[in-house]
């Protein structure tokens, strides 16, 4: 099982697809260390093709596999009547998903080793992260969609495909999620149930892995919500991810933490994201959270691949 994920903060919004991915030493240190490489799906426009050969040769040299994140439930594209295919959003999702991926399958001749799809179910329910314009479903409405777009998925030979869980985004037991009582969707428990459920009813197989999107300095209660919801006192989250890795390995799905922090990857330097990420990593072992860790980066921070490369092993 693979078990150092290695997920740069290459956004297209940016600009640092277009400086990040010629840095061809760093990438090289970070495929040594990670067992896999993740790639924003959304990046895979800006890959020149001598960034995309020698990924290529690492793959097919059995040094590293590799992932690409994607919505798998898209609530928001830049289709402008997109809000219009709710009903099928499911099948469009994917469809939309797989013109992305094509000029990667066709460089690297095969199927990505692994699709990643970000919490897709929290993307369209209601009191999540869907809006006016766009389809706010049911809990169980959200999984048969999820269900219509991996049916379409593994048609197409994408079998190996997992779930990132946003943590922070949903109510557990009765308790709201951390945005406070007025944006909390449904219970996480009822939720990986369901999206376990429209996995096995689509082929049969489980999800590949579950990984938990829980940023360190939100772990920690470090940050305030953006509603001005803070508790006394604050939730226990560990508890609470040490309940939804029971539940996931009870299913033998294999689990992972992402290790990240909106704080360290907003800052002005890339020295307190390593930090955070080096706490965290002490932090989880201390409380016996076991299990794949995911280091990965979606805000500024870090500027440089060598500064990343350098937290795979801090």
Known sequence: MAKLWAHPNMRSQTGAYQRQESDHPAWMKIGDKADVIGLYIDAIQ??????????????????????????????????????????????????????????LVIALGRVPD????????????????????????????AADQLFYA??????????????????????????????????TPENLKDAYTLAHDAFYDSTGRTPAFVH???????????????????????????????????????????????????????????ELMGQDIAKYRALLLEKGVRGRRIVQSWHTQPKELSDFSKWLSE
């Open 212 to 270: 938990l999107d829980a940023p360190y300095d939100y772990v920690c209660n470090l940050q305030s919500t953006v509603t001005g919801w803070n508790p006394v006192p604050a939730p226990d989250w560990i508890t609470r991810m040490k309940k939804i890795r029971k539940m996931v390995r009870k299913d033998n799905v294999p689990f992972g933490v992402i290790l990240n922090s909106q704080r360290g990857g907003e800052a002005e330097t890339s």
């Open 150 to 183: 991996l049916d379409l998925l593994y048609g197409e030979g994408f079998y190996r495909i997992g779930l990132t869980l946003g943590m922070m985004n949903w109510g557990w037991d009765g308790a709201p999620a951390y945005w406070g009582p007025t944006r």
């Open 46 to 103: 800006f890959l020149d093709p001598d960034f995309l050969s020698r990924l290529r040769h690492q793959i097919l040299t059995g040094n590293v596999k590799l992932a690409v994140e994607m919505g798998g439930l898209l609530n928001y594209t830049n289709h402008p009547d997109f809000h219009r295919y709710g009903p099928n959003i499911g099948e469009r999702s994917a469809a939309v998903e797989m013109e992305k991926l094509d000029p």
């Open 114 to 141: 692994y699709l990643i799809l970000d919490d897709p179910l929290y993307r369209v329910v209601a009191n999540g992260s869907a809006d006016e314009l766009n389809p706010q479903f049911s809990l169980g409405e």
